[in-house]
């Protein structure tokens, strides 16, 4: 790839990620002190199990759809056949919000940005899953230590989308074209910023996958307590992606 072909990826990818997020940074960093007061906790854990489970699962697909959009603005995306397009999305819509959520997160204070203002870990205590929550403001913690830049987090959820390896896709190569760009992209602007060091620490595939089958397992245990809401009252985003 030549200067200017790795310059206008970049730039592609970077303009596809500041357009698809619906805070930037720095708003999100503005707010985030304003915490809610133990009152304001409490108040959350007393609501229903499934009241929280609807409110949280609308965020997610609200989240979900800014990713969908920044998927179709990645060079190369729209190009693949539909059934590839679905198969990146399926399996790595979740994957990139995990990594675009610690945007949202304090990790000074062990908050992320909920329903406006910045909520603990124990806020989302009436969805009964403290394992998947507990593993995702781990996940937050250890993404925060590497001060990500939006250029970084750009390439983390691009390369993540554009994966080669993902079960049933039908034209493989096309994928694994676009991800060598993508990488050998990413490896450049690293280079240039002296930000080679962040590769070995970045998370694992498997650690993002794990915490994507423990959401799928804590939805299904849901679905079987309130078999009714989730059919009714989840958006179809949500259950085409999940259900
Ligand atoms: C992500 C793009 S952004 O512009 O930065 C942005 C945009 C909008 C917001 C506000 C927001 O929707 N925050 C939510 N926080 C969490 C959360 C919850 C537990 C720990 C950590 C964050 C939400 C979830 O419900 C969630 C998110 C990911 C996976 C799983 C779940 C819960 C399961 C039960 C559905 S919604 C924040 C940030």
Redesign the pocket.
């Known amino acids: 790839m030549s200067v200017t072909e790795l310059d206008l990826l970049i730039q592609n990818v970077v303009l596809a990620q500041g357009e698809t997020?619906?805070?930037r940074q720095e708003n999100?960093q503005v707010l985030r002190w304003e915490t809610y007061s133990p009152e304001e906790v409490l108040s959350f854990q007393q609501k229903p199990i499934d009241h929280i489970?609807e409110r949280?699962?609308c965020?997610?697909t609200?989240?979900i759809q800014?990713i969908v959009e920044f998927a179709k603005r990645l060079s190369g995306f729209m190009e693949l056949n539909p059934n590839d397009q679905i198969v990146l999305l399926k399996a790595g819509a979740?994957e990139v919000?995990?990594i675009?959520?610690s945007?949202?997160?304090n990790c000074y204070n062990s908050t992320?940005?909920?329903?406006g203002k910045y909520a603990p870990?124990e806020i989302?205590q009436s969805?009964g899953?403290s394992d998947?929550?507990g593993s995702?403001?781990d996940l937050?913690h250890s993404l925060c230590a590497l001060n990500l830049s939006e250029h970084e987090m750009a390439f983390i959820s691009s390369m993540i989308l554009l994966d080669p390896s993902r079960p049933w896709l039908q034209d493989k190569q096309k994928v694994e074209i676009l991800h060598k760009k993508l990488d050998h992209a990413f490896r450049y602007l690293l280079r240039t910023s002296l930000r080679e060091s962040i590769l070995t620490k970045l998370p694992q595939k498997g650690r993002l996958l794990s915490i994507c089958q423990l959401?799928m397992e804590?939805l299904n245990i849901f679905r079987q307590m309130y078999p009714g809401i989730a059919c009714e009252r989840f958006p179809p985003l949500y259950k085409e992606l999940f259900i």
């Open positions: 997020c619906r805070f999100l489970w949280c699962v965020h997610v609200e989240a800014y979740m919000l995990l675009r959520m945007r949202a997160f992320v940005f909920f329903e870990l989302f969805l899953c998947l929550i995702m403001f937050c959401h804590k």
